[in-house]
């Protein structure tokens, strides 16, 4: 799985409620619960999006790299 180019892996602090449903699906752990929020460890990410849909608030996104 490679991650795209110029590109990252970012949480909206303000719409995430701490759920945790993205955190079981990361099939390589880059995603930690901390005080209600998701945490990404980034450079862990594969940008794979399994996360993505998972989450009910629609908190998830890959975003080029600029614009993050
Ligand atoms: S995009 Fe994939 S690798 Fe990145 S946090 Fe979500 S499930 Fe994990
Ligand atoms: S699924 Fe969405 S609301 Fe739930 S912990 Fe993950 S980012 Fe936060």
Redesign the pocket.
Known sequence: ?ARIPNHV?VVDDDLCYGCGA?IA???????TLDSLLAI?DEP?????????PACPVFA?E?KEADSA
């Open positions: 799985m892996f993205c699906l990361c099939p390589v752990d880059a995603l990404v862990t990410c594969t940008h794979c999006e399994h996360c993505i998830l890959i």
